[in-house]
C-alpha cells in the first residue's frame, strides 16, 4: 500500500522536477569523442558541446580540427534538441551545463532573462554573417549565438501540377482547383493550430504579433489585436468555412497528401523535402491572403555559450574561429539540409535551385521574436486559429478573447 | 558491541581503500570445521567471510562516491553519503539490529529516491523558480553585469597578446591601429610599451613582461575572460575585455554593482537598483532588470492555484473532472475485465486459452504508442473509425468537450480491461468450489450467486488493486498528453488548459516544460503537493476500508 502511494507521489514529483534530476549528463546518449591527439600541443582543457542528432557529424568534424591546433579535448553530447532549452535552462545554474549548446535564436529572450548564457563578441566576423543571421541573436545591442543556419517557410510547389506561381491566396486556390486535386492546397493545422505556418497569411493583413523597432528587434507590445487581426480572423472562418483550411490535416497527413501528388501547393520548410524526393519542386513565396506582403518567420540556429562555462575562452575561440568557417558551415548544411548563415558558404550551396529559393524567401521574411514575452503568446495563439478555422468559435469575439488573455498571461 | 566486531569492522575500513586485503587478514582462522565453535563467539564462518567481502565492497564503492562528492565539492551528497555508508556499517557489524538488516537498502533506495525527490518538491513549492527567477542571486549579477556591457562604437578589433607581470598579475598587450604596443591590467590603464616586439601585427614580446603561451593562458581562462585592462583614466573610455585571448574589444558597462550597499546602478540613467522580496533589482519607480533570482516566497503558489481567478476556476474543473475520470476508468474497466473473465472462466466454453491470449494483447501495447495510434484513428477528418466503420460521418470524437471525454474513456477502457480480466481470472480460478456448490443447493441463481458470493470473494483480493489502479488513472499523464493534450481548451478561461486536462498534466502545463508557456516550476510544484494529498488521503481511507472486506474470509 505505502508503496503504491509513494510510487503516485513519485510519478506527480518526477513530472514537475523532471527538468531538475540532472541526471541527463551522463545520459546513454553521450558519445565521448577520440580523446589525445598525440603530437598536438600540450593538451589543455576540455568542451563539453550539446548538439542534437543531425548536427553531430558536422560539429565532429570542426571538433578535431580544433583539436588537433590547440590540444583540447571537445566532447559532444547528443541530446534531442526538443530537451535541449529545458536541459540547458535547468542546468547551467548548477554547474553541470555544456560549455555550448546548439540552439535556436527564438529561445534567447528565455535564456537572456534566466541569465544562462553569455554574450559573444564575433568582431570583424559579424560581416561574414547574412545580416537577418546576426539581427536574431543580437539583444541590446550584444550578440548571444553563433549563427550557422537559416531556416522559413515558403509555398512549395509540385511543377507537375502547377506551372507558375500564384501572385495572391484566390489564385493559388483557384489553380489548385483547375489542377483538379483532392486538395486546393496543404497546410498543417491541427486541432491545437500552427500560428508558425499560419503567420505569413496573418502578416499579409498587417497583424505582426510584436511592434517592432526600427532596427528590426521587437518591443514587447501586442500588434496582432485591433481591426487588421479581426480581418484576418474573419479571413481563417470563411476559409474554414470554405473547406480550403482545415484542422484535420495534420503535419503528416499533409506530408503525406503532397507526396502522393493530391495538391499542387503546401506551405513548408526544408525539412520536409526528404519526403518529396520524387517530386519535381518549385519554391515560392507564400502568396499575400490580405493586401501587404506575406512575411513568414525565419528561424535562425546557431550555438550559444553557457554563463556558467569553466572554460568560456575556449568556448568562444572554437565558435568564432572554427565554426564560423565557411568549410564548417557548409559542412553543417550538408548535415541539415538548412541553408547557412555564413554569406560565403549560402553562397557556395546556392546552385540547388531548391535551397536558392528558400534563401530567396528568407531574405523577405521577418525574424520570429525572440523576446521573452513570446513565450506566453503561442498557447493562446495556436488554439485561438485552429478554434475559427473549425467554426467553434466566432472569429472577432475569439480573437479579442485571445489578446486579452496574451495580455493578461503577460502581467 | 563485543571485541570480534570492533576488530572486524575495523579492518573493513582499513580495506575500505585497499580492497583486496580482507580475505587475507580472515581466511587464516576459519576452517570450515570450526564454524559450530564461530557462532557461539568469534563470528568467523564461511557466511561472515562472505559478508565481510561484500561490506569491503560496498565500503569501497562508497569511499569512491565519497572522493567524487569531495572533489565536486557536493556537500550535501557527501554528507548523506557519509551518513549510509556509518549506517550499513553500524547494522551489518552489530547484533541488536536484526530487522534493520533487511530493511536498510529498501529504506536507503527510498530515500533516495523518493523522499528526497517528494521533499524538493516541496521546497520548489514554497518558491518561485521559473523564468526570470532561475539561479541564484550571484549569478544574476554576473549575468546582469555581462549584459549589460557595450562594445564602444567604433572601436577597433586589436589583436591581443595576455601578459604576465613579474608579481604574477596578468595584463593584456594590445596592438592598436598605428601598429604600436600598449599595455596594462586591471589596476593601470594601457601605456605605450615602447621596446615591444610584434610579428605578424601580435606583440610577441614585451620587456618587463612575460608573454603567456597557450596553454598558460588556458591554465587562466578564468582570470583571463573576467579581467577588464581600463583605455585609460577615465572610466568613460571604457575598457578592453577579450573572449578568445586572440582579439581584444573595447566596452563600456552601462550597469554597476555595488558590493557593499547591494545594489546595481544604471551609469547612463543614474537609476539606482535594490534587491526586491520577489528576487529581482526593483528601481524607486518599480521598473526591474531582466534576470533575477530564486527566492523563497511562502504560500503564494498556493494561493494562486486556489484564489487566483485565472487559475481557481479551470482547477475545480480539472479536480471534478480528475475524480470522475480516475473513477469511472477503474469501474469501466473493472466491469469488462470481470464480465469477460466469467465469460472466459466457463468450463463448457471451448479454446478458452486462445481467446484469453488474444484478450491480452491490448495490455502488451506501449500505452503512449496505443493512445497515439487511437488519436490518429479518431482524427475527424481522417480516422479509420469515422472514415471505415461510420462510413464518412464526421464526429468530432477528440475536439468536442464531452466527445473528447468519451473517448478517453473508451481508449482507456481498451488499454485497461486485459489487466482487470487478468487479475479477476486469476481471482476466480482461486475461488473454492464448495462454496457455489452450497448455494447452488440453497437455490441461489446466476444474478444471486454473482452478488452474494462471486463479487464479494473477488473484491477482498482485488480491492487493493483497483485503489493503485485508482491512484495509476489519477495520474494517467500518457494517455491525456498523447490522446486529446487537454484538449479542447475552455473556452472561458484565461490559461492554457482543457476541458480533458486532469491535475498532472496541468501540473505539466503550468511547469511550461513543453516551452508553450513561461515556465513556473513554483507553482506546477505547489500542485503536485496538492495531487500527493489527494492521492495519499484517498489511498488511505480506501485501504482502511478494504480490510473491512478481508473479515468476510
Known sequence: ?411 | MSAADTNASAAVVATGDGGGAAPDTTRTPSPTGARPASRSGSGFGVGFVVKLVLMALVDALGLLALLAAYSEQSWGIFAAMLALLVAANWVYFTRRALPLKYLLPGLAFLLVYQVYVVGYTGYVAFTNYGDGHNSTKEQAIEALLVQNERRVEGSPASPLTVVESDAGELGFAVVDDAGEVRVGTAAEPLEPAADATVTDGVATDVPGWTVLDRTRVLERQQEVTTLRVPVSDDPKDGSVRTQDARTGYVFRSVLEYDAAADTMTDTSTGVVYTPGDEGRFEAPDGSTLAVGWRVTVGFENFTTAFADARYSGPFAKILTWTFAFALLSVVTTFLLGMFLAIAFNDPRLRGRKIYRTLMILPYAMPGFLAALLWAGMLNRGYGFVNQVLLGGAGIPWLTDPWLAKVSLLLVNLWLGFPYMFLICTGALQSLPGDVYEAARIDGAGRWRTWRSITMPLLLVSTAPLLISSFAFNFNNFTLIKMLTDGGPRFADASVPLGHTDILISMVYNVSGLDGTAPRNYGLASALSIVIFLVVGTISAVAFRQTRKLEELT
Open chain 1, 1 to 411: 500500500m505505502r508503496r503504491s502511494i509513494l510510487l503516485a507521489a513519485a510519478l506527480t514529483s518526477t513530472l514537475a522536477l523532471a527538468a531538475c534530476g540532472g541526471a541527463e549528463t551522463g545520459d546513454a546518449g553521450e558519445t565521448a569523442e577520440p580523446t589525445e591527439e598525440t603530437g598536438a600541443p600540450a593538451a589543455s582543457g576540455s568542451l563539453t558541446v550539446w548538439v542534437d542528432e543531425s548536427r553531430e557529424a558536422a560539429v565532429t568534424a570542426a571538433a578535431e580540427d580544433f583539436e588537433a591546433e590547440t590540444g583540447t579535448t571537445v566532447e559532444l553530447v547528443q541530446k534531442n534538441f526538443e530537451d535541449i532549452r529545458t536541459d540547458f535552462l535547468a542546468q547551467v545554474p548548477t554547474g553541470e551545463g555544456p560549455d555550448i549548446t546548439v540552439g535556436a535564436h527564438d529561445w534567447l529572450g528565455e535564456l537572456t532573462s534566466n541569465g544562462v548564457v553569455a554574450p559573444i563578441e564575433l568582431g570583424d566576423t559579424a560581416g561574414d554573417f547574412e545580416e537577418v543571421a546576426v539581427a536574431a541573436f543580437t539583444q541590446d545591442g550584444q550578440v548571444y549565438g553563433l549563427p550557422y543556419a537559416i531556416e522559413n517557410i515558403a509555398l512549395i510547389r509540385n511543377t507537375a501540377l502547377a506551372d507558375e506561381a500564384p501572385a495572391t491566396f484566390d489564385e493559388m486556390v483557384a489553380a489548385g482547383k483547375d489542377a483538379g486535386t483532392k486538395y486546393p492546397f496543404l497546410i498543417q493545422t491541427s486541432a491545437k493550430g500552427d500560428p508558425y505556418m499560419y503567420y505569413p497569411f496573418q502578416s499579409s493583413f498587417g497583424a505582426p504579433v510584436f511592434e517592432q523597432n526600427d532596427d528590426g528587434s521587437y518591443r514587447p507590445e501586442l500588434a496582432l489585436g485591433g481591426e487588421n487581426g479581426e480581418a484576418f480572423a474573419a479571413w481563417l472562418a470563411e476559409q474554414g468555412d470554405a473547406g480550403t483550411l482545415s484542422t484535420d490535416i495534420t503535419y503528416d497527413i499533409a506530408v503525406e497528401a503532397f507526396k502522393k501528388g493530391k495538391s499542387p501547393f503546401i506551405v513548408g520548410g526544408p525539412w520536409m523535402l526528404e519526403q518529396f524526393a520524387d517530386l519535381d519542386l518549385a519554391i515560392d513565396p507564400v502568396p499575400a491572403a490580405g493586401d501587404q506582403p506575406a512575411q513568414p518567420f525565419v528561424g535562425v540556429q546557431g550555438f550559444y555559450v553557457s554563463a556558467q562555462s569553466q572554460n568560456a575562452l575556449l568556448a568562444n575561440d572554437f565558435l568564432v574561429n572554427y565554426l564560423s568557417t565557411q568549410e564548417a558551415q557548409v559542412a553543417l548544411f550538408e548535415a541539415g539540409g538548412r541553408p547557412p548563415a555564413l554569406t560565403a558558404a549560402a553562397d557556395a550551396v546556392s546552385d540547388d535551385p531548391v535551397v536558392a529559393g528558400f534563401r530567396e524567401v528568407g531574405a523577405e521574411a521577418v525574424p520570429m521574436p525572440s523576446i521573452p514575452e513570446m513565450g506566453s503568446v503561442w498557447a493562446f495563439w495556436g488554439v485561438t486559429e485552429a478554434n475559427i478555422v473549425s467554426g467553434q468559435a466566432k472569429p472577432a469575439a475569439a480573437w479579442q478573447k485571445m489578446v486579452a488573455d496574451i495580455e493578461g498571461a503577460l502581467g
